[in-house]
């Protein structure tokens, strides 16, 4: 017996406006970039288009790092990418965690075979530089520090140039998980001296999500070399990958490129460039002023303090009696409008407004001001 065909209707998603922790809305050029013909990827005219993909990138991450490219796969491919390549068996490695993406770096270093030192600070507060700098006086032997520059689950937002500084002072790598921050707010890689970083394409960059952008510094590819065994992933490791990535000219298979959502990248950075880097910087911050004088205005309160907020991710408290999944429900259904709730230890507490990328507009602002007082006024 076959199975009979399934009689299914075409897929036609609603159309919502963006505003929680990633996805973010999609720019329609960058989704017509997508729907142009699939070519070979290895065809010539392809790897001209690779070959520029880098080039926006290095603008994006403001580095000259060669070794900078995107990763078939979403935030968190990037995230092991980096740690599987960088993290060998006993390795001692300084993982901070302050939400829910140190601690997944911390899974990822511990079944890496690293020996974690964990840096735990609160939720909803920054990285602490200087218990960063007594766990490497501690441990002298440690080889790698990783970071989230912006914690997505919090809003918090670390200082990735102080906490670099620290690492290079005794000697160790870092790795920077810049998934929420690149193209939201400044990322300089090498102005911070960052050995790895890796982000994704569905945060401020405004592509659709499944590539990881990854960068590495010559110090970091040299420490990959040097590595005494393999990469135990035969997919993410480096030497591997670069016979595809890095080969201009003589480019092998290593595995088919994800071709279309790469040209949606190339047209989201192409538009970052258009803009420019700072105006976006600018923009991010002046709509999140805008929000957080409305948000004030309804009685959210903000979880982070001020001087460690994230621009992009307003993460604010439930206010009490109010029920979370309720108002984010009647958000979605009458407002098409999604924010995120809240993740881990802010389940149920917390609602997480993005400001990410091309949503990150004016009218986006009021309309979610407007949305949340209405919704909220019913309860
Ligand atoms: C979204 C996010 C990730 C994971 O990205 P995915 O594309 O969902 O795998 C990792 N780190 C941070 C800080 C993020 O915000």
Redesign the pocket.
């Known amino acids: 017996m076959r199975q009979a065909a399934p009689a299914t209707a075409a897929f036609v998603p609603p159309r919502r406006i963006l505003m929680g922790?990633?996805p973010s809305d999609v720019p329609q050029r960058v989704l017509e970039a997508m729907a142009r013909p699939t070519i070979g990827h290895l065809d010539p005219a392809f790897q001209a288009m690779m070959e520029e993909l880098k080039v926006l990138l290095r603008y994006a991450f403001q580095t000259e790092n060669r070794l900078t490219f995107p990763v078939s796969?979403?935030?968190?491919?990037?995230?092991e990418l980096c740690l599987v390549n960088l993290v060998e068996p006993g390795d001692e490695v300084v993982v901070c965690v302050n939400?829910?993406?140190g601690a997944?770096m911390l899974e990822i270093v511990r079944r890496c075979g690293g020996v974690p030192v964990v840096v735990q600070d609160p939720w909803g507060r920054a990285v602490d530089v200087n218990k960063v700098e007594d766990a490497l006086r501690a441990h002298p032997k440690a080889r790698l520090v990783t970071f989230?520059?912006?914690?997505?689950?919090t809003g918090a937002q670390s200082d990735a140039a102080a906490l670099a500084a620290v690492a290079q002072r005794h000697g160790a790598l870092t790795v920077m998980?810049?998934?929420?921050s690149l193209g939201g707010t400044p990322v300089l890689i090498d102005a911070w001296g960052i050995d790895a970083a890796y982000s994704?394409?569905?945060?401020c960059l405004s592509c659709t999500?499944?590539l990881?952008p990854v960068t590495f510094s010559e110090r970091a590819v040299e420490r990959v070399r040097a590595r005494a065994t393999p990469v135990q992933s035969w997919f993410m490791d480096l030497n591997l990958v670069l016979g595809y990535w890095g080969g201009e000219g003589r480019r092998t298979y290593h595995h088919t490129a994800p071709i279309n959502p790469l040209y949606g990248l190339h047209e989201a950075l192409r538009m970052l460039a258009e803009e420019g880097i700072e105006q976006a910087w600018a923009r991010h911050r002046a709509m999140h002023e805008a929000l957080k004088a409305g948000l004030a205005g309804l009685g959210l309160q903000f979880v982070v303090p001020e001087s460690e907020r994230l621009p992009q991710?307003n993460a604010v408290f439930v206010p009490t009696g109010v029920d979370d999944a309720a108002v984010r429900a009647r958000l979605l259904q009458e407002f098409d409008l999604e924010i995120g709730a809240g993740l881990g230890e802010y389940a149920g507490k917390v609602w997480r407004i993005g400001l990410m990328g091309h949503a990150c507009r004016r009218e986006n602002v009021e309309y979610c001001l407007q949305a949340l007082q209405r919704v909220l006024a019913r309860h």
């Open positions: 922790p990633g796969g979403p935030g968190s491919v990037g995230m939400g829910v993406f997944r989230v520059h912006a914690e997505t689950s998980d810049c998934v929420t994704g394409s569905q945060k999500p499944g990881a991710l």
